[in-house]
């Protein structure tokens, strides 16, 4: 049985990508409607590529094992996309419900972390409350200001995602030292 560590790293590509992060949130906090509109187009776009494709793939699939999951997905993927392109009203309000349980659990999980990393306590705690907040900000306007709020939401998440990967950088996941002779598997 192999064992792996997790190690924290802070490299150059951190900083840069923090910092690209950073700017990509300044500009959507600036263009929020516009932000919001593009997301529910693009998210309609890749869910009806993705669903013709899939019920493309699902044709090899005639006869053999997974035929009918292939298919039943293409097809949901399909109309959700085909949804999403015709009422982007509605996509924009269930994609603010999504977002804001996403950034109340994302928020809530960096709360939990913080008291075991003590190191970057004040960081997780910071951008733990942010999304904590912006989740309940969601929950408790999804429908008075769903395209507003949904860019703000995606320009501060950003933004503090930026921050966070410049402070922080990133884990990575590594084989554990344990004594005794290693062996290569093919």
Same mark, same amino acid.
């Given at each position: ?14 900083? @840069?990508?923090?910092?690209? #992060?950073?700017? $990509? ?8 409607? /516009?932000? =919001?509109?593009? !997301?529910?187009? %693009? #998210? ?5 590529? %993705? $669903?013709?494709?899939?019920? #493309? ?15 039943? =997905? ?9 949804? %999403? /392109?015709?009422?982007?009203? +509605? ?5 603010? #419900? ?14 939990? +972390? ?17 999304? =904590?907040?912006?989740? /309940? ?8 200001? !769903? ?10 998440? =950003? ?9 922080? $950088? ?5 084989? @554990? ?10």
């Amino acid at each position: 049985m192999s064992e792996s560590l997790l190690e924290r790293s802070r490299t150059g590509w951190d900083i @840069a990508l923090g910092a690209l #992060l950073t700017l $990509g949130g300044l500009i959507i906090l600036g263009h929020t409607v /516009l932000a =919001t509109a593009v !997301s529910v187009l %693009f #998210l309609g776009c890749m869910l009806l590529l %993705f $669903g013709v494709v899939g019920l #493309l793939g699902s044709l090899f699939k005639i006869g053999k094992g997974g035929f009918w999951a292939s298919a039943l =997905t293409g097809g949901l993927l399909t109309v959700l996309g085909i949804v %999403f /392109l015709r009422n982007p009203g +509605a996509a924009a309000v269930t994609l603010t #419900l999504v977002a804001g349980s996403l950034f109340l659990v994302g928020g809530v999980t960096r709360l939990v +972390a913080s008291a075991t990393q003590p190191e970057y306590r004040v960081v997780l705690i910071l951008s733990g409350v942010v999304s =904590t907040v912006l989740g /309940l900000m969601v929950l408790f306007n999804l429908f008075s200001a !769903s395209f507003v709020l949904l860019g703000v939401l995606l320009g501060v998440e =950003t933004l503090m995602d930026g921050i966070a990967m410049m402070l922080m $950088g990133r884990v990575h996941v590594s084989p @554990a030292s344990l004594p005794g002779p290693r062996v290569a598997h093919p």
